[in-house]
């Protein structure tokens, strides 16, 4: 026998027993899965470093470009107001002040061009402002003519129109003709005339009760009453019509 571990487990075995092994690994039932595409595999790293060696060869050589014009317009510009070998002070200044006339002109033409486009673009605006309160007015206009009506509202007559005409004569005050002026007696018409005093501008106006007479006052009390009596039948009336009607 050979030489056993100092702290190995001692397996117990069947000699009789005939079935699959229990110490083996457990074999998956799945069928091995199959190789990855082409197109879905990542990629490799070389290409990557590639690819990006590449992106910043670009950037540089897009920079250095920048900076060679750069470099010559400001080579031009120094070439322009450097002194000509043969060339007097005189002509150098005259051919500095042309350039310098041409230059500011170019400029200004540009300033010219940008202001009138904002001006442009700001006339445009006003009137699209314009454009939208007009509409905003109109469908106001619009929403003043309609009449909220609720769900079993009788109308018995036509609408009153209490606005005046901007153009309309101007009726005489007390001239209207009321309903109560009808009912009430000629009695009390009488008494309510006798009861108007003419001030100095030759408007009548009635007497206060201060100062009228004990008769006065009773009279004008009697008239006061009559007066509720006749606005409280008409309104009794008014009701039994809707009633009716309802």
Same mark, same amino acid.
């Given at each position: ?55 910043? +060869? ?22 322009? %107001? ?21 230059? /500011? ?25 314009? $454009?939208?309160?007009?509409?905003? $007015? ?12 609720? %769900?079993?509202?009788? /109308? +018995? ?32 018409? $009488? ?49 039994? $019509? ?5």
């Amino acid at each position: 026998m050979g030489r056993m571990s100092r702290y190995k487990k001692i397996k117990s075995c069947d000699p009789f027993y005939k079935g699959p092994r229990k110490d083996s690994k457990p074999t998956s039932s799945k069928p091995l899965a199959k190789e990855e595409k082409l197109e879905e595999q990542g990629m490799p790293r070389a290409a990557k470093d590639l690819m990006k060696r590449q992106l910043i +060869m670009k950037k540089t050589a897009t920079k250095k470009k920048a900076e060679k014009k750069q470099k010559k317009t400001a080579q031009s510009g120094t070439k322009k %107001f450097q002194r000509i070998p043969g060339e007097s002070k005189k002509e150098y200044f005259m051919r500095i002040d042309q350039e310098a006339t041409q230059e /500011v002109a170019e400029a200004l033409k540009a300033s010219r061009k940008m202001r009138d486009g904002r001006k442009k673009h700001l006339r445009d605006r006003k009137e699209k402002i314009k $454009e939208k309160k007009r509409l905003s $007015e109109k469908n106001a206009s619009f929403d003043l003519t309609k009449d909220d009506v609720r %769900f079993g509202d009788v /109308v +018995m007559q036509p609408p009153s129109i209490t606005a005046k005409p901007r153009k309309a004569a101007e009726a005489n005050k007390g001239s209207k003709a009321l309903l109560l002026h009808s009912l009430l007696p000629q009695k009390t018409k $009488e008494t309510n005339m006798q009861n108007r005093t003419p001030d100095n501008s030759g408007i009548t106006k009635t007497k206060k009760r201060k100062h009228m007479s004990a008769l006065e006052q009773e009279k004008a009390d009697k008239d006061r009453k009559r007066a509720i009596m006749a606005y409280r039948m008409i309104r009794k009336q008014r009701r039994q $019509e809707q009633d009716g009607i309802a």
